[in-house]
């Protein structure tokens, strides 16, 4: 079975950290660009981070920019978002896709409303005190 799989999320105090996960099984992550997005409650899924295949150039939203990290461990088929600093804004559902567009056209101009090659099925981000 084709597909990615997120984990890592959960309840964090303003200020915390999580490391979300996103795990590719049945295929190799190692041609796909991998992109972050999150969906809040009442509001349009959007575009968070998004990292290359070789995980040479990234793009980050400008909320997250200086808190957020996104990598890759192609070895272990897996994408990561290290995310400090979190406030409670961050709090969404976050998913990861696999696309072989560039990073700019994932996480700029395509966006959260793309139908990408792959989507995994979110993890719930929830920052409260």
């Known amino acids: 079975q084709l597909q990615l799989v997120e984990s890592g999320g959960g309840l964090v105090q303003p200020g915390g950290s999580l490391r979300l996960s996103c795990a590719a099984s049945?295929?190799?992550?190692?041609?796909?660009?991998i992109g972050w997005f999150r969906q809040a409650p009442g509001k349009e899924r959007e575009a968070v981070s998004c990292i290359n295949s070789s995980g040479g150039s990234t793009v980050y939203e400008d909320s997250v920019k200086g808190r957020f990290t996104i990598s890759r461990d192609n070895a272990k088929n897996t994408a990561y978002l290290q995310m400090n600093s979190l406030k409670p804004e961050d709090t969404a559902v976050y998913y990861c896709?696999?696309?072989?567009?560039?990073?700019?056209?994932?996480?700029?101009?395509?966006?959260?409303?793309?139908?990408?090659?792959?989507w995994g099925q979110g993890t719930q981000v929830t920052v409260s005190s």
């Open positions: 049945g295929f190799t992550l190692d041609y796909y660009a």
């Open positions: 896709a696999a696309d072989t567009l560039t990073v700019q056209a994932m996480c700029i101009n395509q966006g959260a409303a793309y139908e990408y090659s792959y």
